[in-house]
């Protein structure tokens, strides 16, 4: 358990025994147009004890410098009086090596991060002396809801992902009836049935699409119905070819002289020797997921279904991993030209294997899109909801220790005990805690050793 503070003293209606200074800079990365906090969020903060610090220009043209002073925080010009006094910075993107030279031993960084696929940016913040919490690492618990940056973006990004893949396009989404005769609505198909993928299906639905979804987690399926989605399932093939051998059963000889009688059980089935409707899986226990043999089946059912698309929505991604491929070669060439693949998986790797990173592929009339930081493209609300997850972790990891109602003893307590605190600290104390950004920095390590030998 670790505990930091800053002492301060001040005359107010709330005694301020120990308070912890937040900071938040200015985002310098390109194309990033969030903020790690705005001014409705620095207001709880302030009534809760915090002190805020904030660099000039950090909300851009949405929250501006003299909202924050209004919400409490302190203003100051550059980064560097916010890495200096902080105790806790919050970050929307991963910071650079000039951010991480200005920041001071004992901080405590929150950010998106994504440990395992910048295994020597955390190695550097670790020498640095820095607490690192990565967003990514959020568990997926309903305790850690409220903190889960990664699903509030998530939704974000599967919005955005359907409004492109709506406006490239060259033809409407919807049905719709003209002087000139009647459109047909759009095919689209969602791969990945997470936040995002449940976003774009309903907005794709409300565009009036016809919508189609797959995931290879059996409890999505329902998810993806109840937004107005088919989901492609080769067990519901199989269950149409089979209900033709279905007949109603009819009983005859002395059974039915029986049921003319008034004895009416006897005018049902003899179960060892027929199998009645909708109860023909009742003895056989239920999979937590589905088998190998019917996730090939469902890839084949897949490979034919996709040729029948306009727009293919793929959302699948792994915190800390390389996306999967979900959409070779060749299922791209089968799809009609004109057709659009959006590609939310991009700057993991792309869930497409034609995807490249923030441009517009065309491979024989079929547009692969491949965009990239979408939340930054909504900033005002991808920066409300991260505020209130930012405040929700912040207040998970500090803890007021005053004895007195009418006082503020704020300290940061890290309690490694806690799950949510062990499972997104992955840096601390000049270690490496997360055990896959250990495992990519060895093996980062290990590569650039290989090819030292071969240049020798």
Known sequence: MVTVGAWKREATSDAIICRVKVGIPRE?????????????TVARLVKDGFEVIVESGAGRDYNLDENYEEAGARVVDGAEGVYGESDIVVKVARPTGDEIGQMREGLALVCFLNGPQNPELVKKLAEAGVTVFSNEAIPRTSVAQ????????????????????????????????????????????????????????????RLGGEVFAYDIRPETKEQAQSLGATFIDSDDEKEEEEEDQFEEYKPTGWRALMVKLGFYSFGEPPRDRYIVEGEEGDEEEEEEGWSKEKLEEDQKLLRERIKEMDIVITTALVPGRQAPKLVDREMV??????????DLAAESGGNCELTEPGETVEHEGVRILGPVNLPSSMPIHASQLLSRNMYNLISHITEDRAEEKD????????????????STCIAHEGEIRDESTREALSQEEDEAQEASEERR
């Open 28 to 40: 310098i990365n390109e194309g990033e147009r969030r903020v790690g906090l705005v001014p409705e």
């Open 146 to 205: 409220s903190m889960d940056a990664l699903s509030s973006m998530g939704s974000i990004s599967g919005y955005k992902c359907a409004l492109i893949g709506a406006d490239t396009l060259g033809k409407y989404v919807p049905m719709l009836s003209t002087a000139a005769g009647t459109t047909k609505a759009a095919n689209i198909l969602v791969l990945g049935v997470a936040v995002a993928g449940l976003q774009a299906i309903a907005i794709m639905n």
């Open 407 to 422: 006082e503020k003893d704020l300290h940061l307590n890290l309690d490694f005990e806690d799950e949510i605190i062990d």
């Open 333 to 342: 060439e089968s799809l009609k030209p004109g057709s659009v693949i959006v």
